[in-house]
């Protein structure tokens, strides 16, 4: 199955160089075909499950802590409005 590596990089919004496209062109194809092979394993009555393994106390009690100061929690942050992040306008209008 031939996969357009340059595609799926528009999609994730990635900037790929043609030596890149060509590195991960055989790993994206080698990983869609083993998800392929999966797909033909007979699955009839078999229960869907969550885990592979029954958890057991996996949540915690709820507990109020202290969290981060706004300073350190905002210190990296390359943009910022007060105490928020800024971050760009991703949605894009639906086409016609």
């Known amino acids: 199955m031939k996969i357009d590596v340059a595609y799926v990089a528009e999609l994730a919004r990635l900037e790929l160089t043609d030596e890149e496209k060509n590195v991960f062109q055989p790993q994206l194809e080698s990983i869609v075909g083993y998800v392929d092979k999966i797909s033909s394993v007979d699955v009839e009555g078999v229960e869907p499950m969550m885990h592979g393994r029954p958890l057991v106390n996996a ?7 202290p969290s981060l100061p706004v300073e350190v929690a905002l210190g990296n942050a390359p943009k910022r409005v007060g105490d928020e992040f800024l971050l760009p306008k991703i949605v894009e209008g639906a086409e016609s």
């Open 59 to 65: 949540f915690r009690e709820d507990v109020v802590r």
